[in-house]
T-cell receptor, first 117, second 116 residues
Framework: AQTVTQSQPEMSVQEAETVTLSCTYD???????LFWYKQPPSRQMILVIR??????QNATENRFSVNFQKAAKSFSLKISDSQLGDAAMYFC??????????????FGTGTRLTIIP | NAGVMQNPRHLVRRRGQEARLRCSPV?????VYWYRQLPEEGLKFMVY????????ESGMPKERFSAEFPKEGPSILRIQQVVRGDSAAYFC??????????????FGNGTRLTVT
């Protein structure tokens, strides 16, 4: 079974600085998708960024980018120019090729990000 | 365009009562997923439904929990004879078609169930 590990329960960063959140996963599949979701206090799950495993280029969405290391099974999220609105729980998630046709995701336990003004 | 609507937002039940959680997917979406989030944990998959069919219930507890997605109306997650351990946030997500590359999941804001 696939597992997703987020080893940092909490992180903090000064406003306008850069922070990196770690995620590792375990899988025997060669084709899969990886995601970062943001969950603010409102509880809404917001998709931040996603990466297809077959793509070598790291995904980027404005201030958010990933460092995808397929061989190391690592998928870290970098947030540049941190803003107060970035404060939230961040979840890493995995979707495997064996589940194509079924979009269920496997989530990590999350990292709580605090932004220091 | 309305997103995934879940109600109620908060639900309090006494031990032994029944809890019914509702989810209206994005208009036109025919695939619904239910997840459970225990305090300080990530979301755990429970069940995947298409209209009138349960496709994957591998994450559902074998007893007391059931889910449906009728031809008309919202999807319902039903928990009978609730216990304190059922206290959690329950999230619904929907998609238009199979394949995440074509149709990412849209999540609702969840229902927080508290069992007293």
């Amino acid at each position: 079974a696939q597992t997703v590990t987020q080893s940092q329960p909490e992180m903090s960063v000064q406003e306008a600085e850069t922070v990196t959140l770690s995620c590792t996963y375990d899988t025997s599949e060669s084709d899969y998708y990886l995601f970062w979701y943001k969950q603010p206090p409102s509880r809404q799950m917001i998709l931040v960024i996603r990466q297809e495993a077959y793509k070598q280029q790291n995904a980027t969405e404005n201030r958010f980018s990933v460092n995808f290391q397929k061989a190391a099974k690592s998928f870290s999220l970098k947030i540049s120019d941190s803003q107060l609105g970035d404060a939230a729980m961040y979840f890493c998630a995995y979707h495997g090729s064996n589940n194509f046709g079924n979009e269920k995701l496997t989530f990590g336990t999350g990292t709580r990000l605090t932004i220091i003004p | 365009n309305a997103g995934v609507m879940q109600n109620p937002r908060h639900l309090v039940r006494r031990r032994g009562q029944e809890a019914r959680l509702r989810c209206s997917p994005v208009k036109g979406h025919s695939h619904v997923y239910w997840y459970r989030q225990l305090p300080e944990e990530g979301l755990k998959f429970m069940v995947y439904l298409q209209k009138e069919n349960i496709i994957d219930e591998s994450g559902m507890p074998k007893e007391r929990f059931s889910a449906e997605f009728p031809k008309e109306g919202p999807s319902i997650l039903r928990i009978q004879q609730v216990v304190r351990g059922d206290s959690a946030a329950y999230f619904c997500a929907s998609s238009h078609s199979t394949g995440i590359s074509n149709s990412p999941l849209h999540f609702g804001n969840g229902t927080r169930l508290t069992v007293t």
